[in-house]
């Protein structure tokens, strides 16, 4: 029993219509299980608005199969003719191993790239190329919960870049949809038309008219809806099935005209689905029945000689079955296939049907699924699991995972060699030999999956050899990742190395690991004695790639340290690269040196290798894992270089959902938390940054703690709370000097003098100046003479010794300055203007003007305020800072300024929002921000209303 027409859900068809015919655009159709999603869809495909547009039309299945992008594979095979004659170019070639179908119509196929993730990424533009081909075109994707990886990466790159006249509508249950699925619409193009629908349960009256219109009639008693709301929760699949129940019992009864049920106290009538489609199909002849159990184990839709090899019946009886159950109002058919009118339908057949017989049935399915081409190797390895046999499920999903191997379905490939690790008994070889292929198959993934109990498992009762060095090599990584127990990392990284002799490239990498150990009691000695190693161990590697790798580790830790070989290391990479970072690992040395070389004070040095990786990251790893982590280093830069303005929602948004990964959300924590006081709100500022650094410090990550350090000092200073927050910081400080961080470590020296000097402590704050200019010396550290001068002139000045200070703070400022550091700059320009008031030199309303104009810049609301009221107690108004002007006199901020400048040199948004870190909406706000102070209708307009550049 279906209702002829959609009920309750106009709005939603309305809002749905209007964005797929405005393209590009996308679509989100939300609901749980049985709450019209499917219905929706059907009724949208059927409107005349859509004519003149192919439609595309697939779902995602809860089976899955090692075949990647299943459901885009699905709506695309059978559209040979109408691509032909379509001029695509070369790289569209790369769809034919994967559509096989359109062979003919395809250019030739390119030859095979070495690198997986390049290859997939030539697969999602042929993709591309064929739906743009196509012409206009709405794409519908269903049950996207259920969606394989690789289709879930595939629509956000296709998201992100949209054929002009491509609409696509995905659906999926809101509560079992990951977190990939979930973003991929979170931050849509701007050149999208986006709508997010989310289907409510119906209520009492929509739910009586839902009745009316499956029973036929409008009147349905009140009584009656109320009822059947109550018991059907709403859900429009349920009160279908409750009411087809009710009449097939002739418990639903004509009367007056209308319909109610025959006795309300005495009629029991079942919740949800479950029990009202088991009754149902009890009520079917014995070959229906038998019918009905086979698709319900089948789950997909079959045609009648797949029915017929699992119900062990004739095949003039099965159809016969089929065709009660069609009758029934249980089953649909389309193309000569049947199946369930709804999964639920389905599962509750399923759980219906005795252990035994369900087992008979999915070992019979497993035998007719294994006949079909190409074989469906995810539902052989479902069928024999749920027969209950074991080593037969063991092969199909080893077999179903080395197909996925092949495919460069890396997730899918570690689920299921996951899966049969969890839950089979394996011999100690083939385990070993399976959790390996897990272990590097889990280090290639955003989202990684804890695998350490299976790697602890596999190295049980294992001998020594190469095979248990790489075993304790994975752990000693998949430790790393974590951060769960630095001290037992560097323990498993060492005993890895007594069974690598015969593996060099991972004996250096390893090496390199434990050169990069995070243990609180690491030693720089010890460092870099194993970093050494790895260099010298160099020349019997001849993997390039793990060459790279070692070069670009060795170079990073060598930043940071203040060792001048980490230029000459960065030259070779770059040799070696050609200039270019154009896979993953060679994106990966150029941002891990890149984000080093901001944390050591090279800000510029560091945003160029940044950029170079970035403008690869996309191409080279098509899972958005090395552009997540470039835009998440490139946020590093930003912070150090002073453009804050959207920095923070910048990080909001790489912080939602793109990597589950410790070590890459603790970065965006740190920024978070070194950004929260320039607001003002000093409090809350205090104690994020107290938890963040007590998080960093954890885990190790003694780089990023200068940054944390400074900013706590300083707001506890401010605070009047310097003497506890010097305790506080100690072991912090302890672990970036243990580790021989001095080029790091001095960009914190400022506040650390500042705070010892306020809790009354100068020895201490000249004790901890003489430490650091003892022992930076030699080393490439160029933050020391800005900090160091910094430092000193806040020791004169508070010996009110102003003429020394100023010339302390006013070489720091013109230092800071040239590392293109403006906060920083600022700050010494502030600290000399004070002291330059305290002499009564009339350059001190300058220098202030400088700091504010610096602090508006950069979005430091509390510095701002605070430089305000040092002029007003010295009775002077510092000049509005310098800025773009409109003709209101509104000043653009710097980002406006950077925004509108690009935009005028005839950027995109999208190409904006990549060179400045930005989301494109971000992009749009300043722009749109831009426009309207300087009076600009158009990009061309606003070129002329902005003041020329220096260079220009």
């Given amino acids: 029993m279906v209702s002829p027409i959609l009920v309750a859900r106009d709005a939603e068809l309305r809002r749905l219509i209007t964005a797929v015919t405005v393209p590009p655009s996308v679509v989100v159709v939300e609901g749980e299980a049985g709450i019209g999603k499917s219905r929706l869809v059907a009724e949208l495909l059927s409107r005349p608005e859509l004519s003149g547009r192919w439609i595309l039309h697939a779902g995602c299945g809860q089976i899955r199969e090692p075949f990647p992008l299943g459901p885009v594979v699905e709506a695309l095979r059978t559209r040979a003719a109408d691509l032909a004659g379509a001029e695509l170019s070369p790289v569209a070639g790369a769809l034919r191993t994967l559509l096989p179908e359109l062979a003919h119509v395809l250019p030739p196929q390119p030859e095979a790239l070495e690198d997986r993730a390049v290859e997939r990424h030539r697969l999602f533009r042929g993709l591309s190329e064929v739906l743009t081909a196509l ?66 349960p119906l209520d009492e009256d929509q739910t009586r008219e839902l009745a009316g219109a499956i029973l036929g009639s409008a009147d349905v008693s009140a009584e009656f809806a109320a009822h059947l709301c109550a018991r059907a929760s709403g859900l429009p699949l349920a009160i279908q099935e409750l009411l087809a129940l009710l009449r097939s019992r002739g418990a639903v009864i004509p009367w007056a005209g209308g319909w109610a049920r025959r006795t309300l106290d005495t009629l029991d009538v079942p919740s949800g689905v479950r029990a009202s489609v088991q009754e149902r199909v009890g009520r079917l002849s014995p070959p229906a029945r038998v019918v009905a159990e086979a698709a319900a184990v089948l789950q997909l839709a079959s045609p009648v000689a797949v029915l017929t090899g699992v119900t062990g019946l004739s095949e003039p009886d099965t ?42 049935l999915h070992a019979a399915a497993a035998t007719v699924v294994r006949g079909l081409r190409p074989v469906p190797l995810g539902r052989v390895a479902y069928h024999l699991r749920q027969a209950g046999r074991v080593g037969d499920w063991v092969e199909a999903t080893v077999q ?4 996925a191997f092949e495919l460069g379905d890396i997730a899918e490939a570690a689920r299921l060699l996951e899966d049969v690790l969890r839950r089979a008994e394996l011999d100690p070889e083939r385990r070993a030999a399976m959790t390996i292929r897990l272990g590097w198959a889990a280090s290639e993934l955003l989202h990684l999956p804890d695998v350490t109990d299976l790697l602890v498992r596999a190295l049980d009762r294992l001998p020594p050899g190469p095979v248990r060095g790489e075993l304790r090599f994975l752990l000693g990584m998949q430790l790393e990742v974590t951060r769960t127990d630095p001290a037992r990392r560097t323990r498993t990284f060492v005993d890895a190395l007594e069974d690598l002799a015969d593996r060099p490239e991972l004996a250096a990498w390893t090496m390199v690991a434990l050169g990069m150990q995070t243990t609180l009691d690491a030693s720089s000695g010890a460092q870099l004695r194993w970093l050494e190693r790895a260099l010298e161990t160099l020349t019997e590697v001849g993997d390039a790639e793990i060459r790279l790798l070692v070069l670009s580790k060795v170079a990073m830790v060598f930043t940071v340290v203040g060792d001048p070989r ?59 894992g090395a552009e997540f982590r470039c835009r998440a280093s490139l946020a590093v830069a930003a912070y150090c270089q002073g453009a804050w303005d959207g920095l923070g929602e910048a990080i909001d948004s790489l912080r939602q959902g793109r990597s589950d990964r410790p070590t890459e959300l603790v970065t965006l924590d740190a920024l978070a938390a070194c950004l929260a006081p320039a607001s003002g709100r000093l409090d809350a500022a205090q104690d994020l940054l107290r938890a963040v650094v007590r998080r960093v410090r954890l885990m190790g990550d003694a780089d990023l703690l200068p940054f944390l350090v400074s900013v706590l000092l300083r707001v506890a200073t401010a605070r009047g709370e310097a003497a506890a927050a010097v305790v506080e910081v100690e072991p912090a400080v302890a672990m970036w000097e243990v580790r021989g961080f001095w080029p790091v470590g001095v960009r914190a020296v400022p506040a650390l003098a500042e705070a010892m000097l306020a809790a009354g402590d100068p020895e201490r704050a000249r004790e901890l100046v003489d430490r650091y200019e003892s022992r930076l010396p030699g080393l490439d550290a160029p933050l020391a003479p800005a900090a160091l001068r910094q430092a000193r002139g806040l020791m004169a000045a508070a010996e009110q010794r102003w003429d020394e200070a100023v010339a302390h703070f006013t070489a720091a400022a013109v230092a800071f300055g040239g590392l293109s550091a403006p906060y920083e700059q600022a700050q010494a320009n502030e600290q000399a203007a004070a002291c330059l008031f305290a002499l009564g030199d009339p350059a001190a309303a300058g220098t202030l003007t400088a700091a504010v104009s610096a602090y508006a810049g950069v979005g430091a609301r509390w510095d701002l305020d605070r430089a305000t009221r040092l002029a007003r107690r010295w009775g002077v108004r510092p000049s509005a800072p310098a800025a773009v002007r409109g003709e209101a006199g509104d000043a653009l901020s710097a980002r406006q300024q950077q925004v509108a400048r690009l935009a005028a040199q005839g950027l995109t948004n999208q190409e904006i929002a990549k060179e400045l870190f930005l989301s494109p909406k971000t992009v749009d706000k300043h722009l749109s921000a831009a426009m309207r102070k300087v009076g600009a209708a158009s990009r061309r307009e606003l070129a002329r209303h902005l003041a020329p550049t220096p260079e220009g």
Avoid: K
Wanted: proline content about 4%; overall charge negative; hydrophobic content about 45%.
């Fill in 319 to 360: 159809a016969d079955g089929v065709d009660e159950v069609l009758d029934a109002g249980l089953f649909v058919e389309r193309d000569g296939m049947v199946r369930f009118r709804h999964v639920l339908a389905a599962q509750a057949v399923h759980e219906g049907i005795a252990l035994g017989r369900r087992q008979t």
């Fill in 400 to 403: 179903a995972a080395d197909q």
């Fill in 135 to 200: 012409g206009p075109v709405l794409l519908v994707v269903e049950d996207l919960h259920w969606a394989d990886e690789q289709t879930a990466e595939f629509l956000a790159y296709l998201l992100a870049n949209p054929p002009g006249a491509l609409s696509v509508v995905l659906t999926y249950r809101g509560e079992e949809a990951p977190t990939g699925v979930r973003a991929l619409t979170a931050r849509p193009a701007d050149a999208l038309t986006h709508e997010h629908i989310v289907l409510a």
């Fill in 566 to 624: 980490w230029a000459e290391l960065t030259d070779r990479v770059i040799r070696e690269t050609g200039g270019l970072a154009e896979r993953r690992r060679e994106v990966n040395a150029y941002r891990s040196i890149g984000e080093e070389a901001c944390f050591s004070g090279h800000h510029e040095v560091g945003q160029r290798l940044l950029t170079l990786a970035l403008n690869s990251a996309p191409g080279s790893d098509i899972t958005g």
